[in-house]
């Protein structure tokens, strides 16, 4: 048996790696906490500015180890749905404080005034790689929040989240979702759909920009649930579903189509199927796929197809 799977028998991860990033204040964290069956590794002190009614269970970090503990933590309990790291930025600190703290020896990974050294930001990098490979295998949703960063990009300036040198490629590559959110007006708005002003990541078809619901009136009252990035990732889920159930169907037209043109002996055999194949119910490139299998039989038959009344004729009546 073949180890290498048909597009319909491929399987879904069931968790989304996704990130959401804007300016302080644009209201991310609270974003995030939406998620369903959350915890948050709190890195930056931003569970203390989410309202109370939107908190979720936090660890709010002092040292690398405890993000690690942590981790090991929520692999091993089912009833954790999604992981919330606030801010991957501040992570890296956490990570860049462990390894001085843990340089022995002659110090490689140090420069005299104490700052990493070349050796040491590559240390960084691959516990950040590890990291990121460790949570994309949970099979749990991880969301990133992250500050937003203006980069020139020739004569333009573009938004971009800010996470630490190379590591913004290394962690990007790995993104299901990028959400750039931001306040226009008094409305926060959040979009994963990539603009010439910032980036973003759009792998389930979201509109552009999204308005996010109001949670807390100018009297400070809650007046909405806070339920956005739930139906972010229930419209995922749904689009790879459908995906999926999109690829069976490609093949199970594939295989009826393949087996009804061979049956086409004649002019009127091939018209009959051109019919048939017009009242299917069609996906992705399959009626692509017949007409190009009629054609070849046709020509394999001699069967010339007329232009003006769009049929296929004998090569002698032609």
């Not at 004569?155 to 490629?169: A, F, K, Q, Y």
């Not at 759009?202 to 552009?208: A, E, I, L």
Request: proline residues 3%; neutral net charge.
């Amino acid at each position: 048996m073949s180890l290498f799977k048909k597009p319909s028998e491929l399987v879904a991860k069931p968790g989304i790696v996704a990130m959401v990033y804007g300016s302080p204040g644009s209201g991310k964290s609270t974003l995030a906490c939406s998620a369903p069956n959350a915890v948050m590794i709190d890195t930056d002190g931003g569970v203390m500015r989410i309202n109370g009614a939107h908190q979720i269970p936090t660890l709010q970090v002092t040292k690398w180890e405890e993000i690690v503990e942590a981790m090991a933590e929520v692999k091993q309990e089912p009833a954790i749905e999604t992981v919330i790291i606030d801010t991957v930025g501040k992570m890296l600190s956490y990570m860049e404080e462990y390894i001085k703290r843990t340089a022995s020896g002659k110090k490689i990974e140090l420069n005299r005034d104490g700052s990493l050294s070349l050796k040491g930001y590559g240390k960084r990098k691959q516990m950040f790689i590890d990291f990121i490979k460790s949570v994309t295998t949970l099979g749990k949703n991880v969301i990133f929040v992250g500050h937003d960063k203006e980069e020139s990009r020739g004569d333009e300036t573009v938004i971009r989240p800010e996470v630490g040198g190379s590591s913004t490629n290394d962690l990007m590559k790995e993104l299901d979702l990028v959400g750039y959110m931001e306040m226009n007006g008094n409305i926060r708005t959040i979009s994963f759909t990539p603009t010439d002003r910032f980036y973003a990541k759009n792998t389930c078809d979201m509109p552009g920009v999204i308005p996010i619901p109001v949670l807390i009136n100018e009297k400070k009252e809650i007046v909405g649930d806070n339920n956005f990035f739930g139906n972010v990732i229930k419209n995922y889920r749904h689009r790879i579903s459908e995906s999926v159930e999109n690829n069976r169907k490609l093949d199970e037209l594939k295989t009826l189509i393949y087996s009804n043109v061979e049956d086409v002996k004649t002019a009127e055999d091939a018209n009959n199927f051109v019919e048939w194949v017009l009242g299917l119910d069609h996906v992705y490139n399959s009626k692509a796929l017949a007409s190009r299998a009629i054609a070849d039989k046709a020509s394999n038959l001699g069967l010339k197809y007329n232009k003006l009344t769009k049929k296929y004729e004998d090569g002698a009546a032609a």
